[in-house]
């Protein structure tokens, strides 16, 4: 399935239907009269949230949503049949903007939130609605209210608890394979990740979301590389993992490289919390992660947490420290199988706690 993450869409609630002019034409009735009915309503433009799709791709194919028209009125006093609504579902997560993306007119954060975006047209009334005492035979009606019209944006920021950012090859795809149910491209080049990535990690009896989104680089956010269009998906995050890499070229100019295309987004990225794991230890004996943490707490980080995403060492300090910033959750029954090992490193790894 292909991700698709914003999508323009054109919506229109269905017209009122007509009232109807009619008089009584009946055997041994003296007098007839007046007897239209009115029109029924025209169909709501409704939008709900379901389980299951994490994507927007049906809005490829799918742009005009057009809700039925009421049905008109009828003699012998009989209402138009009123529209059924247009049901339109989105994914959890889904925000609704303005033509102009400038006003959020919806954002759905749960399964089965419904929101009703435009509303039918009101029937028109049919002649028998304007009888009197003075007006007997009327022939007025009304012919129904047109239904509301806009074209809208559909933008879809993923629900996940914690965020993974860091720049290309830092290691991002193999650790949210290794912690959770997620199978990512995995490969020895740059933006093996191209869409964002969601995976579920169950440790210690608690399970979260976690989200992997394609690499940031310098000046990310005047769209060098991918840009920082994905940066949306991890907005609702509680907390971010930065991914730094042992083997590149500057471990703290990563991380200060990363932490300026945050700043740069703003959307209150850059006051997250933040949890920084050097990564790929595998790669490099203890006392050279020491003094690559020491050079990451010296540009800004508070705690770094040593971790080798390839082999799983160190990966359980991190998780514990993830879980002091989500609130309590029941877990799942079973642990399913990728996820995180709990067996003690082999002797002679470097000490996996934080540093």
Not at 34 to 52: C, K, L
Not at 201 to 223: M, S, T
Not at 311 to 328: I, K, N, Q, S, W
Not at 340 to 346: A, G, I
Request: with cysteine; hydrophobic share 40%.
């Amino acid at each position: 399935m292909h991700f698709l993450d914003q999508a323009k869409i054109f919506l229109k609630s269905g017209a009122g239907g007509p009232g109807a002019v009619s008089f009584r034409r009946e055997k041994y009735i003296e007098y007839g009269g007046p007897d239209g009915g009115n029109g029924g309503r025209g169909g709501d433009i409704v939008f709900v949230a379901v389980a299951g799709l994490n994507t927007l791709i049906d809005f490829r194919y799918a742009q005009h949503f057009k809700a039925a028209r009421g049905g008109h009125g009828m003699g012998r006093d009989r209402t138009g049949k009123g529209a059924d609504d247009l049901v339109v579902e989105v994914p959890v997560g889904t925000q609704i903007l303005s033509e102009d993306k400038e006003e959020i007119l919806a954002d759905f954060t749960k399964v089965g939130q419904r929101i009703t975006l435009l509303q039918g047209g009101m029937g028109g009334r049919g002649n028998a609605s304007y009888k009197s005492s003075t007006n007997r035979a009327p022939r007025q009606h009304q012919p129904g209210e047109p239904g509301e019209e806009m074209w809208v944006w559909l933008r879809l920021k993923l629900l996940a608890d914690v965020g993974l950012v860091g720049l290309p090859n830092a290691g991002k795809s193999t650790f949210i394979n290794q912690v959770s149910n997620t199978r990512a491209k995995v490969g020895d080049y740059a933006f093996t990740t191209l869409v964002p990535k969601l995976g579920v990690v169950r440790h210690k009896g608690r399970d979260f979301v976690l989200a992997d989104i394609p690499g940031l680089i310098e000046g990310a956010a005047e769209g060098a590389g991918i840009g920082d269009r994905f940066l949306g998906h991890i907005e609702r995050c509680r907390v971010l993992i930065h991914l730094v890499d042992i083997a590149g070229d500057d471990p703290a100019e990563a991380l200060r490289t990363v932490e300026a295309e945050l700043e740069a987004y703003g959307e209150g990225l850059e006051d997250k919390p933040r949890l920084i794991a050097l990564n790929k230890l595998d790669l490099a004996d203890g006392e050279l992660g020491d003094a690559f943490g020491e050079e990451l707490k010296a540009a800004g980080a508070d705690a770094v947490y040593p971790i080798s995403g390839a082999t799983g060492a160190g990966v359980e300090a991190l998780l514990d420290a993830v879980l002091g910033y989500l609130p309590d959750r029941t877990s799942l029954e079973s642990e399913s199988e990728g996820g995180v090992s709990e067996e003690p490193d082999d002797e002679g790894d470097a000490t996996w706690s934080p540093i």
